[in-house]
């Protein structure tokens, strides 16, 4: 059995344990070996001299790959991901890491010790006690918005309190967590905030009351978007409608600001029909 072709249906990086039982023979290892085709990594781990980094490097610390680390390789959408952040069993003694955050704790999802990610369920219940809450909101309601992960499945996890009020909370509705962040802010407001409705043809971000319409805007509002977008809120000033439109570095950087131009819209009746 070839271990170079085994090591590439692991991602490149496995436990010679696990690639023993895949067939691979000790003779075939140390060819490879010798032949520069596959490295070393620590003792009882090989991987392939073009593995993807961070997955050798969990393995060399013996640790996994988790929290919003794990979350921002599934795809999702993440505030801050400036550090690593890994996970590693709580009682584990040779587990180590010399940048980012390594997150010590028995996992509600059983880890193979072959594995060098988490299960995103472990992630989302990381990122739930790690996180600020809306940063964390964000996180578990992109996993919701995308499917990848199990509500029900979820529900019946004995989750610690700040991951079961992450579920209890979490809608799958935001197209992106400023949108999550948004709305987690004006919360307390006693007025309907409706994500994602159909409006003259087209989706806004948020409507609040009857006639105030929000649009968060990303990256993506740029050239022909920006055109499209900037029709659509011509014809639904036409139809009655208001505008209010917030872009990244407002939202993050100039919450204040922000809160008192909807705060003042609202006091104009702006969000009520006419």
């Not at 991602?11 to 696990?18: K, L, T």
């Amino acid at each position: 059995m070839d271990p170079i072709e085994q090591l590439r249906k692991r991602d490149g990086v496995a436990r010679i344990d696990a690639l023993r039982r895949d067939g691979v023979t000790d003779h075939a290892l140390r060819r490879a070996r010798e032949q520069g085709r596959l490295l070393s990594v620590r003792r009882g781990w090989v991987a392939l001299p073009d593995a993807d980094p961070s997955l050798v490097a969990a393995a060399r610390r013996g640790v996994v790959l988790s929290c919003i680390t794990l979350a921002q390789r599934r795809g999702l959408w993440v505030l801050d991901n400036s550090e690593p952040h890994v996970a590693a069993p709580s009682k584990s003694g040779h587990a180590r890491t010399t940048r980012g955050v390594i997150h010590w704790n028995r996992p509600l999802m059983p880890r193979d010790p072959g594995a060098l990610e988490d299960s995103l369920e472990n992630a989302l219940i990381l990122v739930a006690g790690c996180q600020a809450h809306e940063a964390a909101l964000a996180v578990w309601e992109s996993a919701l918005r995308k499917g990848i992960v199990d509500p029900g499945v979820l529900e019946r996890l004995p989750l610690p309190p700040t991951a079961r009020r992450m579920l209890s909370e979490a809608r799958p509705f935001a197209d992106a967590g400023t949108e999550t962040i948004f709305r987690t802010r004006l919360a307390w407001l006693d007025i309907p905030i409706t994500p994602q409705v159909w409006l003259l043809g087209h989706r806004v971000d948020f409507l609040i009351g009857e006639r105030l319409v929000v649009q968060i805007d990303g990256g993506h509002h740029v050239g022909q978007q920006r055109e499209k977008d900037n029709s659509h809120d011509a014809l639904l000033r036409l139809h009655g409608y208001h505008v209010i439109r917030i872009g990244y570095d407002r939202l993050m950087n100039h919450w204040p600001e922000v809160q008192a131009m909807i705060l003042m819209a609202i006091a104009q009746r702006l969000h009520r029909a006419r």
